[in-house]
């Protein structure tokens, strides 16, 4: 551990971008809360189940934390056999998360695989609902419930002991259980794909797509740093890798759902993502379903823009957005921190030129400036619900009157309409533009 201790006077966030020097003091076997709920702590674990190796990849990561990592939970007499059992693999050169991943997959002896990051500590009998649960069915890929250790002070601090668990359309891809031979029949990772980033959506589509499902098993707990950014470098610039390694998701599993994607992420059209042949062939081969399918059955609370949206998503202004407020026809509407849910935040703006929230539609009540906005049903060909995208979609305009949805007066009754101007609280944008 003395190798990589943070000296007198040195930063201790600079090396892993969380504090090292709380992490250097911590015992490799401190004690941790057990955050189970009551019943999983009562529960009786089989004690005929099979072997898992465990891959932990690492780049250049503080040994405190690592070190807690491989022997979190393991009595002091365990060390020992604990690090007899474990083998370093070191790379010739740089090859990032998911090459290494598939070369520690490729090492392992045992049948079924766990991955974990290299800064987590694992909570009591945190295996073994992983392993029941892919014994149960091979097909299954399973995750803990994630507890957060907090990167200033390194506190153990446990999620909801009531959180449910079950089936999930996507996992953190950090920490999962699966079986080897299925991880090797569904194509490991793909290996164009650099550094970090994307490998969860991929991962994710994938196992759903061809045949497999995602679970979150709730008696299982491993808490893990979150950090606020990466201490590491990206060849290229972070946002390129990222955008290379979504795109690559988007290309192969998303079908005509990629171009949301890109709508969302424009500049992502302009980085190449090199040849996806291989994946292509493994998705026939394998005969995956269409991504539509995983939309209708896996994750059906996901609105998804339809063929007569132009625009679709929050509609911001700076830190807000515009809000139904919680009111239904003939209410006001006003703006309220974005909070990225959708939900009353969530509009489209239609080829017939309505702006909508479900089945009600922005409404002019009078054509004169300071008119309320109002939530009506929304009717085809009334003039008062037609709006249309200006100054290069940074304006909605009301095409009837030529007036401007304005804010200025959300606090004190609603939006109004009211003479166009270059006043901030007339810029709108929505999350998505579909017709750039």
């Not at 709730?218 to 990206?234: L, M």
């Not at 202004?317 to 919680?326: A, F, K, M, P």
């Not at 305009?397 to 804010?407: A, F």
Request: aromatic letters at 8%; proline letters at 3%.
């Amino acid at each position: 551990i003395g190798a990589t201790m943070v000296k007198a006077g040195q930063d201790p966030y600079a090396r892993n971008k969380f504090n090292q020097m709380e992490s250097d003091k911590l015992q490799m076997d401190r004690n941790i809360p057990d955050t189970r709920h009551d019943q999983c702590r009562r529960k009786q674990w089989s004690s005929e189940l099979p072997g898992t190796s465990v891959v932990i990849t690492f780049h250049n990561e503080a040994r405190s934390a690592l070190l807690r990592t491989v022997v979190s939970k393991s009595d002091f007499h365990m060390y020992l056999a604990v690090f007899t059992k474990v083998r370093i693999l070191r790379n010739n050169r740089r090859e990032g998360l998911m090459r290494s991943r598939v070369r520690g997959a490729d090492a392992a002896q045992a049948e079924i695989l766990t991955f974990l990051d290299s800064h987590c500590e694992c909570n009591e009998h945190w295996l073994e609902p992983l392993l029941e649960r892919v014994v149960e069915d091979r097909t299954k890929v399973v995750s803990p419930i994630i507890d957060v250790i907090n990167m200033d002070n390194f506190q153990y601090v446990g999620a909801s002991a009531d959180l449910k668990g079950g089936i999930t359309p996507m996992i953190a891809g950090g920490l999962f259980v699966m079986d080897k031979a299925y991880f090797e029949e569904l194509g490991k990772y793909d290996m164009m794909m650099d550094v970090w980033g994307g490998e969860n959506l991929e991962i994710s589509f994938r196992v759903w797509q061809c045949g497999g499902s995602l679970e979150i098993v709730p008696c299982s707990r491993v808490g893990h740093v979150f950090r606020k950014q990466h201490p590491y470098t990206f060849p290229g610039g972070s946002g390129t890798v990222f955008a290379r390694n979504t795109r690559r998701a988007a290309e192969v599993w998303m079908d005509e759902y990629k171009n949301f994607y890109y709508a969302a992420v424009p500049s992502a059209r302009n980085v190449p993502f090199g040849n996806i042949q291989s994946r292509m062939e493994l998705k026939r081969k394998l005969n995956c379903k269409p991504f539509k399918w995983y939309l209708e059955n896996v994750y059906p609370e996901l609105r998804v823009p339809d063929h007569q949206d132009i625009a679709f998503g929050a509609l911001q202004q700076g830190s807000n957005c515009l809000d139904t407020l919680g009111h239904f026809a003939d209410g006001v509407v006003g703006v309220y921190e974005c909070h990225n849910a959708g939900g009353n935040q969530e509009w489209a703006l239609t080829k017939d030129k309505s702006v909508k929230h479900m089945d009600l539609c922005l409404t002019v009540v009078d054509r004169i400036p300071g008119s309320l906005i109002k939530l009506q049903g929304c009717r085809d060909n009334d003039s008062r619900q037609k709006w249309e995208q200006i100054e290069n979609n940074a304006k909605l305009r009301h095409v009837g009157s030529n007036l401007c949805l304005d804010s200025q007066n959300a606090r004190s009754g609603g939006l109004t309409v009211e003479v166009c101007s270059s006043s901030l609280s007339q810029q709108w944008k929505f999350t998505l533009n579909l017709q750039q």
